[in-house]
């Protein structure tokens, strides 16, 4: 980002605590994504110390926006919370970077001198919106990626495209499972000695 006059600050940073997301026995199966992300807004704005009303704009990423996330999630789960309707919302989508991107969207607008305040965020309720329901939304011509697109690009999944990358490397699957292990090891010592104690902000499900 280019350099500017103003200096941008992170002022506070919470998430939701992650769960099993599965739509009949997930965490969060009674729970909409309006409510994780506005649990956070709220939670956010009490810990910074401001009043709702001096945050200018809201917003979120999110990859699948439709369902209970289409429609600008962003400002529903603001109003949802019964914060100020004077404030604006919109939601991004930059596939897995939306959350950061939101955070960058915010930090030039402040940078640039357009906004004081504002919050940079993201929802995914994954348990709700499968890759299933995401291929549900392909209409009649081709959903997303139609033929014309295909002929110019040779777009794949993650999932494909993580095989193509192990093929590619020869990564062994047992080094990859290794791998996983060790992180979710670590995620939770990390958990259980409460180093994400502070970032957590609880959920009543």
Partial sequence: MPQSGREVVIVEAVRTPIGRGHKEKG??????????LGRCYTEVIGRAGIDAA??????????AQFGEQGLN????AWLQEGLPIETPGTTVD?????AQQAVNFSAGL???GVHDVMIGSG????GHLTFADVAKTQGEFGGAFPPALLAKHNIVGQGLGAEMIADQWEIPRSELDELALR???????ATEEGRFEREIVPMAV
């Fill in 123 to 126: 929802v995914e309720h994954m």
């Fill in 183 to 189: 992180s979710h090891k670590l995620a939770h010592q």
């Fill in 54 to 63: 001096e945050v200018e704009d809201v917003i979120a990423g999110c990859v």
């Fill in 94 to 98: 930059r596939q897995c970077g939306s």
């Fill in 73 to 76: 999630v962003a400002r529903n």
């Fill in 27 to 36: 965490y969060y199966k009674d729970t909409h994504p309006n409510e994780l």
């Fill in 110 to 112: 402040i940078a640039a």
